[in-house]
């Protein structure tokens, strides 16, 4: 299989690290064109949810379906199969990917200490503060990996899309906390392939049948 080179991969890293930090920054300074950006969209989408009560149902539905610990299960559910495969790189590959992904999100979360969305008459609600949305971050993280063990999956990226749409609609995250959350979710698994392996073929190798000799079986 094609494999991409290994300065494009760091190249796209780095496309997706530098927003993400200069969001950071922007949250932690508390820059006022964003905040007032955030609660514009955060208030207009407000007001379109208790408008279109289907429409509600529907990013409900969603923002559950797409919930981190589904990817959690599924992203388990790979490592082993990966390992009954004799893969066991690529299984820990996957493993430590999402265990990075998710820790960093937690402790960001913690660092930052944002407020989520309030409103009077709230359509949902969640615990725990906001940026960067771990919804965006985990959903991301584990269509990254997908599509990186197998390329032509590349439209599954709609799922963090979509996920990342809902919980703004829902008016339990900021535009910039799930901004955040995919380009992380994106980057942080790209950094960790780097680290695995110098080659994306010794990741897919294992799911497309082959066999990989640069240390992932």
Do not use: C
């Not at 299960?73 to 004799?86: D, E, K, P, S």
């Not at 999100?105 to 944002?114: D, E, T």
């Not at 990226?157 to 901004?179: E, F, K, M, Q």
């Not at 380009?183 to 994306?200: H, I, S, Y």
């Amino acid at each position: 299989m094609h494999s991409e080179p290994p300065i494009a991969r760091a190249g796209l890293t780095v496309l997706l690290l530098v927003p993400a930090a200069v969001l950071a920054a922007l949250v932690s300074a508390g820059w006022a064109p964003l905040r007032a950006f955030d609660r514009a969209v955060a208030d207009r989408l407000h007001e379109v949810a208790h408008g279109a009560p289907a429409l509600t149902t529907v990013m409900t539905w969603l923002t559950n379906l797409f919930q981190p610990n589904v990817f959690r299960v599924a992203a388990f559910i790979l490592v082993i199969w990966l390992a009954r495969r004799g893969a066991r790189r690529t299984a820990t590959w996957v493993a430590v990917t999402m265990i990075a992904g998710g820790v960093l999100g937690g402790l960001l979360k913690l660092l930052f200490g944002r407020a989520r969305p309030d409103f009077l008459d709230p359509v949902a609600a969640a615990v725990g503060y906001a940026f960067p949305s771990g919804h965006a971050l985990n959903s991301a993280l584990a269509v990254t990996i997908a599509v990186l063990l197998v390329p032509r999956w590349w439209a599954l990226w709609l799922i963090p899309v979509l996920t990342a749409l809902s919980r703004v609609y829902l008016g339990v995250h900021w535009t910039s906390d799930v901004i955040a959350g995919l380009l992380l979710g994106a980057a942080v698994p790209l950094l960790t392939a780097r680290a695995f392996t110098r080659d994306r073929a010794a990741l897919t190798g294992p799911v497309s049948g082959g066999r990989s000799r640069s240390g992932l079986p």
